[in-house]
């Protein structure tokens, strides 16, 4: 993250993503609650190992996969005689939100080095008439690292934030990857603490994590079994990227901590 104020302090208090992943092709649909120590414009970067399509997210997307997890483990519960209140662990009744952005301005560049990073940006800045380099010596190594492990695609996205925490239309990304994939480092730049929940979406249970270890990552509760149909009424994209497997695994996965903390991304397959 990169403040245009180069006075602001950047804070991500929540992020919230849902990801289906084939094997081959992930879609990501992120949205993040934001705020800033003073006003000021932000460059979000997201790094990805491929050519993204980006288009908006819908929220009520979130809202509705939360509501079916509930469903389906309430009925799990009473099929076996226990109230919920016995022991029986679900996530939060609902996904709640502040008051939300639209105002994104995505841009997606192909990328071979830092340098190239440290010119486009200093190239969007002189669109706003603003002069000086912004960008830190500790966002540059994050970039240099990410370019170092195979990551030549990068999302820029501008907003616009105040003292007051805002939640950030979510955006959709889809792309070829070979592990399902979360980006934790590129948030390191900002400051406190974080709370992610993960909603994951898989034609199977995952069990190898080369990169962030799996002991930093919560399961909130036992994995659902969800229907094509089910999934159909959640995401048409997911349904298409997910079609020809009948029996798909929904969980949540939780991950917190500080963000200065987070030295690696989430990697599973």
């Known amino acids: 993250m990169i403040p245009i104020n180069p006075n602001a302090r950047i804070f991500e208090p929540n992020q919230r993503a849902m990801i289906a992943w084939n094997g081959r092709e992930e879609i990501l649909l992120l949205s993040t609650d934001l705020h800033a120590s003073d006003s000021t414009m932000l460059l979000e970067v997201l790094p990805l190992m491929s050519e993204p399509e980006v288009k908006k997210g819908d929220l009520a997307t979130f809202r509705k996969a939360t509501d079916l997890i509930n469903r389906k483990l309430y009925h799990a519960a009473s099929a076996k005689g226990r109230q919920m209140s016995e022991g029986i662990v679900v996530p939060s009744g609902e996904v709640t939100f502040h008051e939300k952005i639209g105002a994104h301005d995505i841009s997606v560049t192909h990328l071979l080095d830092a340098q190239g990073f440290v010119k486009w940006v200093m190239d969007y800045l002189k669109t706003l008439e603003i002069e000086g380099n912004i960008i830190s010596e500790e966002m540059r190594e994050l970039i240099e690292d990410y370019i170092g492990e195979g990551f030549e695609w990068f999302v820029f996205d501008v907003v616009t934030l105040g003292t007051e925490t ?28 974080t709370s992610i929940e993960l909603l994951i979406l898989t034609p199977r249970l995952l069990n190898r994590f080369p990169s962030l270890p799996i002991s930093r990552i919560r399961l909130k509760h036992d994995p659902i079994n969800i229907s094509q149909d089910e999934l159909a009424e959640l995401n048409e994209e997911m349904y298409k990227l997910l079609k020809g497997n009948d029996r798909m695994k929904l969980r949540i996965w939780e991950i917190k901590g500080e963000l200065k903390a987070f030295d690696a991304d989430l990697l599973a397959r």
């Open 166 to 193: 805002v939640t950030n239309e979510p955006i959709q990304y889809r792309f070829k990857t070979e592990h399902l994939f979360y980006p934790l480092k590129i948030t390191s730049t900002a400051e406190g603490a």
